[in-house]
């Protein structure tokens, strides 16, 4: 593992699991699963506290080493830990917001719902937040009752890895366990052992895919979380302010832009298009790149060669097309001196509808702005790609925002709001079309994590 803003640093080093190991922890998952079933939500709410504290006590050491193996800026490193946090105390406290076991009775019979654990999960994590959006997917399952085996990314496994170390020496051994390396070996046999019962998975649509096909093998029950191409559709009672700019900034250039929900493209009527354009630029010409511990920078590297290398030709595309390429902001003195993988922000504008740059998920720091006419053609760009994320409507008239709302095919919608953080762990959160299945957050990770078994009872005559 090197880090992002300093090639020359190596931060550690990652294992590649074998698959005999990759077995043997599903085996210890497995065999660890019925007492930690035994214990009531409760109990294993206490216990989740405990490590969330544990997990706490570490947080600044946890964000350093995060930022130094991802290139976040030490802020944003921070707020991943205290989220990781405040997850796993969520859903610690959650026993009492779903019901575990009911009667219900009609006609003479009586009908016994116990909510039960799925079994052993799977947690397979991306690069990009592994400490938020591994706790996301994790802390349901085990207040739910299943032991997990949890993958991370090989592009930032550490800090997670030392998160994971607190949490499974705070719970009974076997109920956390850690299998790193690719996803192609690892990843894969993890996916395919014969003891997981379901699979929670966050990252790109593609990978997304290959694990429906293996998890058909087995009916393996599957929560995905995909990728995301978030439109911004600003519309023409909108006034263009410094405030609407400093959102819709903090929406794209966030985590440098790598986020699922990081605004993607922006969609503005036309008679709003030049002061958007110029209000953006404006924006990011404030933005400091350089290295996550350096105090003044606004904005750190990509996380590696190949996002770095896949912006930029969406970038240079974009360009040979005709379409006009901002590039605002400035290198900090470190980002001059060493090697990372550092990259302005873009703000693209004349740009035709149908640039790759627009249809597919750039993950960087790259914007395009198109101008619209009416709601008609706004509305058939905005459903026009594979995802349904995120998205949002900016309007002094929220009731035209609903109206629009209804019409674009995402799993959330946000009103004059879009950005990480926008969706907190008690709003359900989830994509449609090729961005997931299922939901996450809130109780919805709970009856993910869940079956419920049927217990009918007909009283002996
Ligand atoms: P990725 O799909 O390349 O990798 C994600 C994880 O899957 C990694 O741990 C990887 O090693 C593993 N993996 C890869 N191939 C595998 C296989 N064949 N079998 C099993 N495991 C495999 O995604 P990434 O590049 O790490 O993450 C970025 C993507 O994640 C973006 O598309 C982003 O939008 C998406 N994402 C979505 C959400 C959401 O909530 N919807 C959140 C964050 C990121």
């Not at 947080?59 to 030490?74: I, P």
């Not at 046999?189 to 293996?214: C, D, H, K, Q, V």
């Not at 209804?406 to 709001?417: K, L, Q």
Request: charged share 20%; net charge negative.
């Amino acid at each position: 593992m090197v880090n992002p803003a300093n090639l020359d640093e190596v931060v550690g080093w990652v294992g590649e699991a074998t698959e005999e190991q990759v077995v043997s922890a599903t085996a210890a998952a497995e065999a660890a699963g019925p007492d930690w079933q035994a214990h009531t939500p409760a109990a294993r709410g206490r216990l989740l506290c405990e490590a969330a504290d544990r997990i706490e006590a570490d947080a600044h050491g946890l964000a350093l080493l995060h930022t130094r193996e991802h290139g976040k800026l030490l802020g944003e490193s921070r707020r991943n830990v205290s989220t990781a946090v405040r997850v796993l105390r969520y859903f610690a406290g959650a026993g009492d917001l779903i019901r575990w076991e009911w009667d219900e009775s009609t006609a003479g019979v009586t009908t016994r719902y116990i909510r039960q654990p799925v079994g052993v999960t799977a947690v397979i994590v991306p690069w990009n937040s592994p400490l938020t959006l591994g706790f996301l997917m994790l802390a349901p399952a085990l207040m739910a009752g299943n032991p997990v085996v949890v993958k991370p990314s090989t592009f930032a496994p550490l800090a997670l890895a030392r998160a994971l170390e607190i949490l499974a020496g705070t719970l009974p051994s076997g109920i956390v366990n850690l299998v790193t390396g690719s996803g192609a070996r690892v990843g894969m046999a993890l996916a395919r052992a014969a003891r997981i019962r379901r699979i929670a998975f966050t990252g790109s649509t593609e990978t997304g895919r290959e694990l429906m096909r293996i998890a058909a093998a087995r009916i393996t029950n599957l929560s995905l979380e995909l990728g995301g191409n978030d439109p911004a559709i600003v519309l023409e009672d909108m006034p263009i302010t410094d405030e609407l700019c400093s959102e819709l900034a903090a929406g794209v250039f966030t985590a440098t832009g790598q986020i699922c929900l990081n605004v993607k493209r922006i969609y503005v009527h036309r008679s709003r298009y030049p002061d958007l354009v110029d209000g953006l630029v404006a924006q990011a010409a404030a933005l400091v790149v350089g290295s996550g511990l350096e105090p003044d920078v606004t904005m750190g590297p990509l996380n590696n060669r190949g996002q770095w290398e896949r912006v930029d030709a969406l970038i240079r595309d974009a360009a040979q097309r005709g379409a006009t390429v901002h590039r605002p902001g400035r290198l900090s003195d470190w980002a001059t001196g060493h090697r990372g993988h550092f990259m302005l922000p873009a703000v693209v504008s004349e740009i035709e509808a149908e640039a790759p740059l627009v249809l597919e998920e750039q993950f960087g720091p790259a914007i395009p702005i198109i101008p619209f006419d009416t709601w008609d053609q706004v509305r058939v760009w905005a459903n026009g790609t594979e995802y349904g994320l995120c998205s949002s409507i900016w309007t002094p008239d929220v009731d035209r925002a609903f109206r629009l709302a209804r019409e674009i095919e995402a799993g959330t919608t946000f009103v004059n709001v879009h950005r990480p953080g926008a969706s907190d762990v008690d709003q359900a959160f989830g994509g449609v079309k090729q961005s997931g299945m299922g939901r996450g957050h809130g109780i919805w990770a709970l009856e993910e994590a869940t079956e419920l078994h049927t217990v009918i009872h007909r009283p002996a005559t």
